[in-house]
Nanobody, 127 residues
Framework: QGQPVESGGGSVQAGGSLRLSCRAS????????VSWFRQAPGKEREGVAA???????RYYADSVKGRFTISRDNQDTVYLQMDNLKPEDTAIYYC?????????????????????WGQGTQVTVSL
């Protein structure tokens, strides 16, 4: 398996937007449950959003509902559109595939089940 590759991070002011991308051939295809996680300094890695296999369902952490949108295209790329960003969104963002043995809606936010992590992409939101 290859590692996912995240991109699209950067520095923005509060209220701004960023779109993150994640791709890894044979890794983020339509059959996979794909999650976005983030980790802020001194904090645990947390699940932010997920797309179930075939993008049938999407899941979001309460802290980002209404502001972040996860989506996929037909070329195995998973996106995280982040709008109305807040300083507390500052973190390194990672995408990851939930192993197929887990049910997506139960495991999407569990960092302990992830077997492969990418390098992540830094998102910094300033006032």
């Amino acid at each position: 398996q290859g590692q996912p590759v995240e991109s699209g991070g950067g520095s923005v002011q509060a209220g701004g937007s960023l779109r993150l991308s994640c791709r890894a051939s044979r890794y983020t295809d339509a059959r996979a449950c794909v999650s976005w996680f983030r980790q802020a300094p001194g904090k645990e890695r947390e699940g932010v959003a997920a797309s179930s296999p075939a993008d049938t369902n999407r899941y979001y952490a309460d802290s980002v509902k209404g502001r972040f949108t996860i989506s996929r295209d037909n070329q195995d790329t998973v996106y995280l559109q982040m709008d109305n960003l807040k300083p507390e969104d500052t973190a390194i963002y990672y995408c990851a595939v939930v192993p197929a043995k887990y049910v997506c809606f139960l495991a999407w936010s569990r960092s302990d089940v992830i077997e492969n992590w990418g390098q992540g992409t830094q998102v910094t939101v300033s006032l």
